[in-house]
């Protein structure tokens, strides 16, 4: 029973590894983006993006954004420092609850949270309601262990028609961020679209159509720091 039960793991992680190929591995080695900046994949100039890092550093200084390789691209771009950003690429919610005693130990003030990219395309017969749950829980560790932080929750980003077209799972976005607005109002946390921003700066999209050039991230956080609902 045990070698049937070791068998069963090993096929649904090789399912798991295809499946989420477009956000990177799953597990230990999430902490590597799946996508490169163009024209700076041997590491040489500085972004526009990292330029004006400094400025995003006192309003975002008690803040940590937790999520998948979306959320990374803040730090990966240099908009953020690394200590406020704890994300990783093919992160789920599920997997994200490996990260709380990292979170705590970082004591934010203010938990910005932006998981689902990975969740839609989880291979479970519900993708949507098997990551709510889990989100669930993931917001209800985050308040016990952080008592005084506040929660805001990010919408999964959309992403192009092309890449709809290579993977349809993702027409499933619009679906799933009614759900985790729901589960906001639920939870009594904050809940914020990035849709409309993300259709208003459509070209800025990655070549992959999913994930967002440096340029992107700076107007994100000013964005977000508009809200003063959201950010105070």
């Known amino acids: 029973m045990k070698m049937l039960k070791k068998i069963t793991g090993m096929l649904l992680i090789g399912t798991v590894a295809l499946t989420v190929g477009a956000c990177g591995d799953q597990g230990e080695k999430a902490q590597t983006p799946a996508y490169t900046i163009p024209g700076q994949e041997d590491g040489a100039g500085t972004s526009a993006a990292a330029?004006?890092?400094s400025s995003y550093e006192?309003?975002?200084r008690t803040s940590v954004f937790l999520g998948d390789s979306?959320?990374?691209g803040l730090s990966y771009h240099d908009v953020l420092e690394k200590d406020n950003v704890l994300a990783g690429a093919g992160k789920t919610a599920e997997f994200a609850l490996r990260d709380i005693d990292e979170l705590v130990r970082r004591k934010p003030d203010h938990v910005f949270i932006q998981l689902g990219s990975d969740d839609i395309l989880w291979p479970v017969e519900d993708?949507?309601?098997?990551?709510l749950a889990h989100y669930a829980r993931l917001i209800d560790s985050v308040r016990a262990?952080?008592?005084?932080?506040?929660?805001?929750?990010?919408?999964?980003?959309?992403?192009t028609s092309e890449a709809e077209r290579t993977e349809p799972r993702y027409r499933k976005i619009g679906d799933y961020n009614g759900g985790l607005k729901t589960l906001a109002a639920k939870e009594q946390v904050g809940f914020v679209d990035l849709t409309p921003l993300v259709s208003a700066?459509?070209?800025?999209?990655?070549?992959?159509?999913?994930?967002?050039?440096?340029?992107?991230?700076?107007?994100?956080l000013d964005f977000l720091n508009d809200?003063?609902?959201v950010t105070r």
């Open 127 to 131: 993708p949507q309601t098997y990551s």
């Open 201 to 220: 700066h459509s070209d800025l999209y990655d070549t992959d159509g999913i994930h967002f050039q440096a340029a992107f991230y700076p107007i994100l």
């Open 70 to 72: 979306i959320t990374e």
């Open 51 to 53: 330029q004006q890092s």
């Open 227 to 229: 809200q003063s609902d």
């Open 145 to 159: 262990k952080l008592t005084t932080a506040k929660i805001t929750l990010l919408s999964v980003t959309p992403v």
């Open 58 to 60: 006192p309003l975002y």
